[in-house]
Nanobody
Framework: QVQLVESGGGLVQPGGSLRLSCAAS????????MGWYRQAPGKERELVAA???????NYADSVKGRFTISRDNAKNTVYLQMNSLKPEDTAVYYC?????????WGQGTQVTVSS
């Protein structure tokens, strides 16, 4: 099994920046893809960004050019740098790991973009 712990959420004004972190532990050798999802009130959970073991990245159209996903293999951590934040980015952000044991989820971290 893979355990994931997110951090870095909070309240930020429109146009501001935040960096989310996701620390993985457990069977990390079996992870194929790690990603960030988000879920806003009344909406379905959606993929924000993903990164493969080979560092291929994929982004939702709504965040392209503003968000960057990266990984530090030495720290078993994936990051989501979020710039030029908009009110519509407000959501609970979840870290996800897709491994040989199936998907694993973090507990979620709240991001609120408001003036």
């Amino acid at each position: 099994q893979v355990q994931l712990v997110e951090s870095g959420g909070g309240l930020v004004q429109p146009g501001g920046s935040l960096r989310l972190s996701c620390a993985a532990s457990g069977s990390i050798f079996s992870i194929n893809v790690m990603g960030w999802y988000r879920q806003a009130p009344g909406k379905e959970r959606e993929l924000v960004a993903a990164i493969t073991a080979g560092d291929y990245t994929n982004y939702a159209d709504s965040v392209k050019g503003r968000f960057t996903i990266s990984r530090d293999n030495a720290k078993n951590t994936v990051y989501l740098q979020m710039n030029s934040l908009k009110p519509e980015d407000t959501a609970v952000y979840y870290c996800n790991a897709d491994s040989l044991n199936g998907p694993s989820w973090g507990q979620g971290t709240q991001v609120t973009v408001s003036s």
